[in-house]
């Protein structure tokens, strides 16, 4: 029989995400019922190994599920992704008492998680990225809010586009990933999705389909493009070159991560948080929790990580369908 849990760290790391400050206040909160300690790790990965760590209560964690961002900011670490780092985390975890560590990130978290994992440290991780890239599942937290976000942006950007009929190239962020390109240009009815898993018009094609549009009477024309193909300046420029239509390129950065979270983030976040202090408190370790299907379920996580995910043909055919 494996010994109970008595202290548990939580930790966020890689991009923040609206829905994480619900996750940390239910992982806080359901330790906390369960008699378990709770030690907060700041900046994710390089507070473990800074010892940036403090022991955590209820009212720590009041006024924050409405908040975006996460209140034990984050970080990326270098030195994590090294084995000398990741063996010096998990002494840090003996040092503080850590026997269970909740890690709240995308696939970059789960994979330091997977190596705390590997070193005997009860590690269980819970998805968070505004990319929704992680293969394990359907949803991680902040998709929802990144989503509205960037809608709201393109309904500002569709108003002034249409004002001075211009072409508007909008990129939006998702690494090397086109889901949040993908749900911002179906729900934003744009004429076009440049994303990277699919094999894209290319740049003449795209010039013909404004052209053509153009002549169909449509005053607008709101291409999404996906970080992970990028050029969006340059091809805005070629654009407007070839068609003589005024093309404007606008790169949405850093406001698709922040904001208050959605009820969906701020639900997940609470239900996942939760459910990854009672997979440790019943010593289901090493694992992550996924929502998949419609319920919350949990894999092992490096059967997990071996997972590949790619975009949903319907909702891609869809969109292009819809956007005549
Ligand atoms: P995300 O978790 O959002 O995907 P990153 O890819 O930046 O964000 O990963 C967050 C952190 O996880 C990195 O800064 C690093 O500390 C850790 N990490 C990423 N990949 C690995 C790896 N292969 N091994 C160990 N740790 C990793
Ligand atoms: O993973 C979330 C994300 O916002 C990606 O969409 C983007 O590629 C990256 O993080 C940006 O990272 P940074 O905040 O370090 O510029």
Redesign the pocket.
Known sequence: MSKPIKTIGVLT???DAPGMNAAIRAVVRTALAKGIRVMGIRR??NGLLTGDIYEMQSKDVSDIIQRGGTMLYT????A??KEEG?QRGAQMCKVFGIDGLVVI?????F??GE?LANLGINTIAVPA?IDLDVACTDYTIGFDTAVNTVMDAINKIRDTSTSHDRCSLIEVMGRNAGYLALWSGMVSGAEEILIPEKDNLTDEQLIRLIIENRHKGKRHNLIIVAEGIGKSSELAKKIEETTGIETRAAILGHLQRGGSPTAIDRMHGSMMGSIAVQLLAENKNNKVVAYRNGQYVNYDINEALQMQKTVDDQMYDVCKMLSM
């Open positions: 790391s890689g991009g994710g990965y970080d990326r670490c270098v994590f992704t990741q990130g995308g696939d970059g978290t994979k330091g190596k990225t």
